[in-house]
């Protein structure tokens, strides 16, 4: 069975780092691009940042760039997103998603990132 699971969210402070996790299953991971994204409460899904399935490219939006790093660890099956100097406005699910073929959308269940005092 395809899976994604993210972990490591959390309640965090402004200005605060946490490192996003997420573990994939039951496909060839190091043969897809990995991407991030996000849905704020009230809002849409907001794309926030892409891998290469080699991890050499990397892509982020506007809003991420320079606090966010996309990494991957292929021999884990594993894609990561450290965030840096987090703010009010980066409260949101955060969830991991690839596509498979083309035609197969997979996503996992998400992890929650609140940035509060």
């Known amino acids: 069975e395809v899976q994604l699971a993210e972990s490591g969210g959390g309640l965090v402070q402004p200005g605060s780092s946490l490192r996003l996790s997420c573990a994939a299953s039951g496909f060839t991971f190091g043969s897809y691009d990995m991407s991030w994204l996000r849905q704020a409460p009230g809002k849409g899904p907001e794309w926030v940042s892409t891998?290469?399935?080699?991890?050499?490219?990397?892509y982020y939006a506007d809003a991420t760039t320079g606090r966010f790093t996309i990494l991957r660890d292929n021999a884990k099956n594993t894609v990561y997103l450290q965030m840096n100097s987090l703010n009010p406005a980066d409260t949101a699910v955060y969830y991991c998603h690839t596509s498979i073929g083309g035609y197969l959308e997979v996503w996992g269940q998400g992890t929650l990132v609140t940035v509060s005092s």
């Open positions: 891998i290469s399935r080699g991890g050499g490219n990397t």
